[in-house]
C-alpha cells in the first residue's frame, strides 16, 4: 500500500497498481483489478522479460514503497509512492536502472466507476495524456512515449542503470482546468521528509518498536486528513474466506475501530492525530442521541447504502463486491463504551478540546439508560436476530462507568447517584445473565451456551479483575473452543446464527486479545510467543489483513485492516510495560539482596 492520507493505492508483487480509488478512499475506483481482472483497471510498471522481484520494502519511516526486479538483463528499482495531497492527487512511479540495460513496459489500463467507464483519451499540447470519464480526469505525464493499443495505454523503454524514469498520474476533477503537476523527484524527497518527520515522534524504545512503528505509519495512512476520520481499510470486498460471501467495504470510519485508534494514537505520542479524530468524532455524532450510527463516512456522511457490483468477479471468484456497509444502520451498544471511555482517555492524555463534549456525553447516556436493556447486533455486526450480547452490555457499563469517572476526576457536573445506580444494575444483569451457572465461564449472549472472542476483553476494559475466577474460566474455555493452530476465532460460525453461511478465518485482532488476556493474568511466556507468531503473519510489509487462514496459509479479509494494527501496537505496549516492571522487580530485589 502507499497513499497520501486521503485515499490509498494498492501495488502487486509483479508491479501492477490493482486497486486505486481517487480522490477519496470512498471514492469510485479507477483500478479495480484487485477485484476482478486487469481490464477492470490497473496499471503495470514492470521489466519485458520474465524476472524475479529480489527485494521489496518500504523506505525507513516511509510509506514509498521500492521494489527490485532482476531478470537476464539486470536489475531496476521501482520506487512508488503518493505525496501528502496538495491541489490534487498523485501516484508517482520511477523506475531506477541498477545493472545492465533492462527492457521495460508500462501499461496503463483507465476504468473508472468499479472498471465499467472507459475513459476518452486524448493528447493535450504540452504532451500530457489525458483520460476523461464524466466528473473524473487522470493525466499522464512521463518523458516515456506511450500508445494507445487494445484500450489500453502502453509505454516501452530500457533501463540503463543509473537511469530515472518518472511516471506522475494526477487526479482532477473534469470539469476544473488541467492542475500544476509535480516534479516527481522533488515530489520524492518532500515524501520521505514528510513520512521521517512524522515517524519520528515515535519514541519506542521495546523489541517490538519496529513492528509497532510500521503499524502506526499505516493508521495514519488510514487517515483521512482533511477531517480527521480513520477508515477501517481502504478496501472492499476482500473475502473473509476465500471463494465465498463474507466480503464488505471497509471504506468508512467506525466508532469502535476509530476510538480504538485514537488510544493507540495517544498511547503512542501522536495527539495531534488522536485531537483531529476526536474532533471528528464530535462532529458526526453531533445531534439527536437516537440518531448515532456505529459509523460513517470520511467527512461524517450517514447515508452508506449497500449494494453489489455485479460486474465485478471478486477477489478469488469471492462474491458478491460489495459497496456501501448495510451495518451502519444497526444498534450496536459497544459503541457508547467506546465512545465514552475515549473522551474520558482523551481527557486523561489532557488533549485540548476545541468544543466541549460534556454535554454531548451526557445526552448519549442519559439515551443509553432507555436502551441498554435492548437486544442488539453486537462488536461483530450479525446480520441475523439481535441479541442480548454479553459484551454489548459490558460496554454499556464501561459508558456509565467512565461518564462517572469524568465527572468525578474532571469536577462535571452530572445526575451521579443515577448513573451510579444504572452502572451497578448493569453489572448484576451481565453477571447474572452472561454467565452460564454450569459452565463457570462468560457466554457470548444471554442464556445460550457459546463462545465468544469479545470476552477477552472484560479485563482490559476493567468489568472485572484477573483474579476473578469466571474470567480465568472464560481465557480457559476460549483456550478449549475457539483457537485453531493457536489463533482466535471471534465465534464459532457455524454455531452462532449470523445471518451468513458459516466459515471465515481467525481474527487477529481477537487473537492479540489473547495475548493481551494473558500477559494480565501473568501468563507472560504464552503471551510473547503468541504475540510473535502473530508478528509472523504479517507480509513482507509488516502489513496485517483482518483474519489468517491456517488452511491455506495466507491473510484474509480487508487490508490493511485498522483494528489488527491498532491490536499489534496495544499489545507490543502491554507486553513492554510488562517487561519494565518485571526488569525493575528484578532490579529492585537484587538492590535489596
Ligand atoms: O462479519 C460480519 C461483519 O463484518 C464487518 O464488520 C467487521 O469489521 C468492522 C470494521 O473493522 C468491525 O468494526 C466489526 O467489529 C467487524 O465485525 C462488516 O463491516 C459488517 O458489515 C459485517 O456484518
Known amino acids: 500500500?502507499?497513499?497520501?492520507?486521503?485515499?490509498?493505492?494498492?501495488?502487486?508483487?509483479?508491479?501492477?497498481?490493482?486497486?486505486?480509488?481517487?480522490?477519496?478512499?470512498?471514492?469510485?475506483?479507477?483500478?479495480?483489478?484487485?477485484?476482478?481482472?486487469?481490464?477492470?483497471?490497473?496499471?503495470?510498471?514492470?521489466?519485458?522479460?520474465?524476472?524475479?522481484?529480489?527485494?521489496?520494502?518500504?523506505?525507513?519511516?516511509?510509506?514509498?514503497?521500492?521494489?527490485?526486479?532482476?531478470?537476464?538483463?539486470?536489475?531496476?528499482?521501482?520506487?512508488?509512492?503518493?505525496?501528502?495531497?496538495?491541489?490534487?492527487?498523485?501516484?508517482?512511479?520511477?523506475?531506477?536502472?541498477?545493472?545492465?540495460?533492462?527492457?521495460?513496459?508500462?501499461?496503463?489500463?483507465?476504468?473508472?466507476?468499479?472498471?465499467?467507464?472507459?475513459?476518452?483519451?486524448?493528447?493535450?499540447?504540452?504532451?500530457?495524456?489525458?483520460?476523461?470519464?464524466?466528473?473524473?480526469?487522470?493525466?499522464?505525464?512521463?518523458?516515456?512515449?506511450?500508445?494507445?493499443?487494445?484500450?489500453?495505454?502502453?509505454?516501452?523503454?530500457?533501463?540503463?542503470?543509473?537511469?530515472?524514469?518518472?511516471?506522475?498520474?494526477?487526479?482532477?476533477?473534469?470539469?476544473?482546468?488541467?492542475?500544476?503537476?509535480?516534479?516527481?523527484?522533488?515530489?520524492?524527497?518532500?515524501?520521505?521528509?514528510?513520512?521521517?518527520?512524522?515517524?519520528?515522534?515515535?519514541?519506542?524504545?521495546?523489541?517490538?518498536?519496529?513492528?509497532?512503528?510500521?503499524?502506526?505509519?499505516?493508521?495514519?495512512?488510514?487517515?483521512?486528513?482533511?477531517?480527521?476520520?480513520?477508515?477501517?481499510?481502504?478496501?472492499?470486498?476482500?473475502?473473509?474466506?476465500?471463494?465465498?460471501?463474507?466480503?464488505?467495504?471497509?471504506?468508512?470510519c467506525w466508532l469502535r475501530d476509530a476510538t480504538l485508534t485514537l488510544l493507540a494514537l495517544m498511547g503512542s505520542g501522536y495527539f495531534q492525530e488522536a485531537s483531529a479524530w476526536r474532533d471528528w468524532l464530535v462532529r458526526a455524532v453531533a445531534g439527536n442521541p437516537n440518531q448515532l450510527q456505529i459509523m460513517y463516512g470520511v467527512a461524517g456522511e450517514r447515508r452508506l447504502w449497500e449494494w453489489e457490483v455485479p460486474w465485478l468477479r471478486g477477489f478469488g471468484d469471492s462474491k458478491p463486491v460489495r459497496v456501501g456497509n448495510a451495518a451502519h444502520d444497526q444498534l450496536q451498544l459497544d459503541v457508547f463504551g467506546e465512545l465514552m471511555d475515549a473522551l474520558y482517555q482523551a481527557r486523561r492524555g489532557g488533549l485540548p478540546a476545541s468544543e466541549p463534549t460534556w454535554d454531548m456525553e451526557c445526552a448519549l447516556l442519559q439515551y443509553l439508560a432507555s436502551i441498554w436493556q435492548q437486544p442488539d447486533s453486537g462488536i461483530w455486526e450479525i446480520r441475523g436476530e439481535p441479541r442480548h450480547f454479553t459484551y454489548s452490555k459490558m460496554m454499556a457499563w464501561v459508558a456509565f462507568d467512565r461518564g462517572i469517572k469524568s465527572s468525578q476526576e474532571f469536577d462535571l457536573p452530572c445526575p451521579v447517584e443515577d448513573w451510579r445506580r444504572i452502572r451497578d444494575d448493569i453489572h448484576r444483569d451481565v453477571c447474572a445473565n452472561g454467565c452460564d451457572p454450569d459452565l463457570g465461564h462468560f457466554v457470548q449472549a444471554y442464556g445460550g451456551k457459546e463462545l465468544d472472542a469479545s470476552l477477552l476483553l472484560m479485563c482490559s476494559i476493567g468489568f472485572l479483575p484477573p483474579t476473578d475466577r469466571r474470567v480465568r474460566a472464560t481465557v480457559e474455555a476460549i483456550e478449549r473452543d475457539l483457537l485453531v493452530d493457536g489463533f482466535v476465532r471471534r465465534y464459532d460460525t457455524g454455531r452462532t446464527d449470523d445471518g451468513l453461511p458459516p466459515g471465515e478465518g481467525m481474527f487477529l485482532a481477537c487473537s492479540f486479545w489473547l495475548a493481551d488476556a494473558y500477559q494480565m493474568l501473568g501468563r507472560i511466556a504464552d503471551a510473547e510467543a503468541l504475540f510473535e507468531r502473530l508478528l509472523a503473519l504479517r507480509n513482507d510489509l509488516g502489513l496485517l489483513s483482518e483474519e489468517y487462514d491456517p488452511d491455506h496459509r495466507c491473510l484474509v479479509g480487508n487490508f490493511p485492516q485498522a483494528f489488527s494494527h491498532i491490536s499489534l501496537i496495544n499489545t507490543a505496549h502491554n507486553l513492554s510495560q510488562a517487561e519494565k516492571s518485571l526488569n525493575q522487580r528484578s532490579e529492585k530485589k537484587a538492590a535489596s539482596d
Not at 481490464?39 to 524475479?52: H, L, N, Y
Request: glycine fraction near 8%.
Open 1 to 252: 500500500m502507499i497513499g497520501d492520507c486521503e485515499a490509498a493505492a494498492f501495488i502487486a508483487r509483479n508491479g501492477s497498481i490493482d486497486w486505486l480509488c481517487l480522490p477519496r478512499f470512498d471514492s469510485d475506483s479507477c483500478f479495480a483489478a484487485l477485484l476482478g481482472e486487469p481490464k477492470d483497471g490497473r496499471w503495470q510498471i514492470a521489466p519485458r522479460a520474465p524476472s524475479e522481484v529480489t527485494d521489496r520494502r518500504y523506505r525507513e519511516g516511509t510509506l514509498i514503497l521500492e521494489t527490485t526486479f532482476t531478470n537476464a538483463e539486470g536489475s531496476v528499482r521501482l520506487i512508488d509512492f503518493m505525496p501528502p495531497k496538495g491541489q490534487a492527487s498523485d501516484v508517482i512511479r520511477i523506475v531506477v536502472g541498477i545493472e545492465g540495460r533492462v527492457r521495460m513496459r508500462s501499461e496503463l489500463v483507465i476504468r473508472f466507476d468499479y472498471g465499467r467507464a472507459i475513459p476518452w483519451v486524448s493528447r493535450l499540447e504540452n504532451g500530457v495524456l489525458r483520460a476523461t470519464a464524466g466528473p473524473n480526469m487522470l493525466l499522464l505525464r512521463t518523458p516515456v512515449s506511450v500508445r494507445g493499443k487494445d484500450m489500453k495505454t502502453i509505454g516501452d523503454f530500457t533501463v540503463a542503470a543509473g537511469d530515472r524514469v518518472p511516471f506522475v498520474l494526477t487526479h482532477a476533477p473534469s470539469y476544473l482546468p488541467v492542475p500544476a503537476l509535480p516534479d516527481p523527484f522533488s515530489a520524492l524527497a518532500n515524501t520521505e521528509q514528510f513520512w521521517r518527520k512524522w515517524s519520528s515522534t515515535y519514541q519506542g524504545t521495546s523489541k517490538w518498536s519496529e513492528a509497532a512503528l510500521r503499524s502506526l505509519i499505516t493508521l495514519k495512512a488510514l487517515t483521512f486528513s482533511p477531517t480527521g476520520g480513520i477508515v477501517a481499510a481502504p478496501t472492499t470486498s476482500l473475502p473473509e474466506k476465500i471463494g465465498a460471501s463474507r466480503n464488505w467495504d471497509y471504506r468508512f
